[in-house]
T-cell receptor, first 113, second 113 residues
Framework: SQQGEEDPQALSIQEGENATMNCSYKTSINNLQWYRQNSGRGLVHLILIRSNEREKHSGRLRVTLDTSKKSSSLLITASRAADTASYFCATDEYGGSQGNLIFGKGTKLSVKP | DTAVSQTPKYLVTQMGNDKSIKCEQNLGHDTMYWYKQDSKKFLKIMFSYNNKELIINETVPNRFSPKSPDKAHLNLHINSLELGDSAVYFC????????????FGEGSWLTVV
């Protein structure tokens, strides 16, 4: 069954604004990962946050994880037109098979110049 | 240098045909995967191989048969193609062990007509 659910499904902002995407999941996890997919391209790994971590930064990306609420958020600061893409969260279930990431349906982000 | 490469990128074929998608990774990873992304962008694992051994075999019709000649290659063969097989198929790889980053190929767009 589907694990991650991103919210919102679509987000449109102006260049320079911040973009926040949320992800909720259902079971205990080892880690949660965020991926980006440009139109017609493969998935690019952005950041991994382990279940014992609460916040992680990478450049303009900030990810938080709240295991008590089973939710995560991805914040992109000072967005650029090149950030336009779909963003997916994926959970590595505790006790699950290696590599069996459970993906959400993604948030489609559009950054207007 | 492409880390995970798959061919062909686009494939249009008629119902009933048999086709293969090839995948190679040059990252030295022990584990490789096939994921399927449907028309609604939902991404789900199909198979996982670790050192040429099948680890995950999700509920996939047996018309789909993965083959791993060595740990750098994982090919996907599909027999008797059906309209519902139209999707994007992603090959991926990772180091052995839970919680490792999964690296995806660019995808193979399969259209069955």
């Amino acid at each position: 069954s589907q694990q991650g659910e991103e919210d919102p499904q679509a987000l449109s902002i102006q260049e320079g604004e911040n973009a926040t995407m949320n992800c909720s999941y259902k079971t205990s996890i080892n880690n949660l990962q965020w991926y980006r997919q440009n139109s017609g391209r493969g998935l690019v790994h952005l950041i991994l946050i382990r279940s014992n971590e609460r916040e992680k930064h990478s450049g303009r990306l900030r990810v938080t994880l709240d295991t008590s609420k089973k939710s995560s958020s991805l914040l992109i600061t000072a967005s650029r037109a090149a950030d336009t893409a779909s963003y997916f969260c994926a959970t590595d279930e505790y006790g699950g098979s290696q590599g069996n990431l459970i993906f959400g349906k993604g948030t489609k982000l559009s950054v207007k110049p | 240098d492409t880390a995970v490469s798959q061919t062909p990128k686009y494939l249009v074929t008629q119902m009933g045909n048999d086709k293969s998608i090839k995948c190679e990774q040059n990252l030295g990873h022990d584990t490789m995967y096939w994921y399927k992304q449907d028309s609604k962008k939902f991404l789900k694992i199909m198979f996982s191989y670790n050192n040429k051994e099948l680890i995950i075999n999700e509920t996939v019709p047996n018309r789909f048969s993965p083959k791993s000649p060595d740990k750098a290659h994982l090919n996907l063969h599909i027999n008797s193609l059906e309209l519902g097989d139209s999707a994007v198929y992603f090959c991926a790889s990772s180091r052995q062990g839970a919680g490792n980053t999964i690296y995806f190929g660019e995808g193979s767009w399969l259209t069955v007509v």
